[in-house]
């Protein structure tokens, strides 16, 4: 059932905490039933939850030998994930079924020093991009890289297929990049801004991008002539994650400056903020079916905010 929580409804949300903390956290995910969600950061250690069950439970998936930088749960299947690190050393892409225990099912060697991951809707590619601004496209069911791509010297960041797996978005620099996919042909680039894009998203019906800047600013843009909606700056620090719920008419994003704020669409109104416990929060991620938000305090835990 899809939520139809108003603005007065954030004005009055609780906060409580769902998830224990050891060190830092880098990525936060909600499976894709709403009723897992995994952590993973420096201590190498994925966490999977149970949000309604104690903290202390949580299962511990162990296979990386560096910091985990990412942490995505597969679009078809609610029991496996994939997971990267950001270490020049573990080069592993790792493969998880959680019904088969708690070590990788399987694995692909990449670039190493991976900062982002996204997973094609249909499950069948993941791209990954490292520090050194290569990419590779990972062939989920034969197991093989059968793509790189070198950005030269162009930052790349955070990136997302569309929700039909037509076309990929990537935060290059300061634009957002649009390209066909498989094949890769330039379709569109907007520009964002004059410092690079960091983190971006689409929401759930495929009418906005929002994209999140070193600059500070939080922007919101349309996909029919790809122009800017509204930008709003609420954060004191680059931008970390900007992030649409499941209905699209919020925007929850976060910074170094220690506050999630939340907004509302289109107009990017600030209807809810609270202050991160620890501060400087990384990641934030929204429940798939409810205004459920999951966020992590530097070294204090997973806190999650809602109604």
């Given at each position: 059932?899809?939520?139809?929580a108003?603005?007065?409804?954030?004005?009055?949300h609780?906060?409580?905490?769902?998830?224990?903390?050891?060190?830092?956290?880098?990525?936060?995910?909600?499976n894709?039933?709403?009723?897992?969600?995994?952590?993973a950061?420096?201590?190498?250690?994925?966490r999977?939850?149970?949000?309604?069950?104690?903290?202390?439970?949580?299962?511990?998936?162990?296979?990386?030998?560096?910091e985990?930088?990412?942490?995505?749960?597969?679009?078809?299947?609610?029991?496996?994930?994939?997971s990267?690190?950001?270490?020049?050393?573990?080069?592993?892409l790792?493969?998880?079924?959680?019904?088969?225990?708690?070590?990788?099912?399987?694995?692909v060697e990449t670039?190493?020093?991976?900062?982002?991951?996204?997973?094609s809707?249909?499950?069948?590619?993941?791209?990954i991009?490292?520090?050194?601004?290569?990419?590779?496209?990972?062939d989920?069911?034969?197991?093989?890289?059968?793509?790189q791509?070198?950005?030269?010297?162009?930052?790349?960041n955070?990136?997302?297929?569309?929700?039909?797996?037509?076309?990929?978005?990537?935060?290059?620099?300061?634009?957002?990049?649009?390209?066909?996919?498989?094949?890769?042909?330039?379709?569109?680039?907007?520009?964002?801004?004059?410092?690079?894009v960091?983190?971006?998203?689409?929401?759930?019906?495929?009418?906005?991008?929002?994209?999140?800047?070193?600059?500070?600013?939080?922007?919101?843009?349309?996909?029919?002539?790809?122009t800017?909606?509204?930008?709003s700056?609420?954060?004191?620090?680059?931008?970390?994650?900007?992030?649409?719920?499941?209905?699209?008419?919020?925007?929850?994003?976060?910074?170094?400056?220690?506050q999630?704020?939340?907004?509302?669409?289109?107009?990017?109104?600030?209807?809810a903020?609270f202050?991160?416990?620890?501060?400087?929060?990384?990641?934030?991620?929204?429940?798939?079916?409810?205004?459920?938000?999951?966020?992590?305090?530097?070294?204090?835990?997973?806190?999650?905010?809602?109604?």
């Amino acid at each position: 059932m899809v939520s139809t929580a108003s603005v007065d409804d954030f004005a009055r949300h609780t906060t409580r905490r769902i998830g224990s903390g050891r060190e830092r956290v880098r990525s936060v995910a909600w499976n894709l039933d709403g009723r897992r969600l995994a952590t993973a950061g420096t201590d190498k250690v994925i966490r999977v939850y149970l949000p309604d069950k104690d903290p202390r439970s949580a299962t511990e998936c162990r296979g990386h030998t560096g910091e985990v930088q990412c942490v995505r749960w597969s679009p078809i299947h609610p029991e496996r994930f994939a997971s990267v690190s950001g270490s020049a050393q573990d080069k592993a892409l790792h493969f998880w079924d959680l019904r088969q225990g708690h070590k990788p099912v399987s694995t692909v060697e990449t670039l190493g020093e991976n900062l982002n991951m996204a997973w094609s809707s249909d499950g069948k590619t993941i791209v990954i991009g490292n520090r050194n601004d290569k990419v590779v496209w990972v062939d989920v069911e034969e197991q093989t890289i059968s793509r790189q791509i070198d950005m030269g010297k162009d930052q790349t960041n955070e990136f997302l297929f569309s929700h039909n797996d037509a076309f990929l978005v990537t935060g290059v620099e300061g634009q957002l990049r649009i390209t066909s996919f498989p094949s890769h042909e330039p379709i569109h680039a907007i520009d964002v801004g004059t410092m690079p894009v960091t983190v971006l998203d689409l929401d759930p019906r495929g009418r906005y991008f929002v994209a999140g800047c070193n600059d500070t600013l939080v922007s919101l843009w349309e996909t029919q002539d790809w122009t800017c909606v509204a930008t709003s700056g609420v954060h004191d620090d680059p931008v970390r994650m900007v992030r649409f719920s499941q209905d699209g008419n919020f925007v929850a994003s976060c910074a170094a400056d220690g506050q999630v704020v939340i907004s509302a669409v289109p107009g990017l109104e600030k209807v809810a903020s609270f202050a991160v416990p620890g501060g400087n929060s990384e990641t934030l991620a929204w429940h798939p079916t409810k205004n459920l938000l999951a966020y992590v305090g530097q070294e204090t835990g997973i806190w999650g905010a809602g109604l």
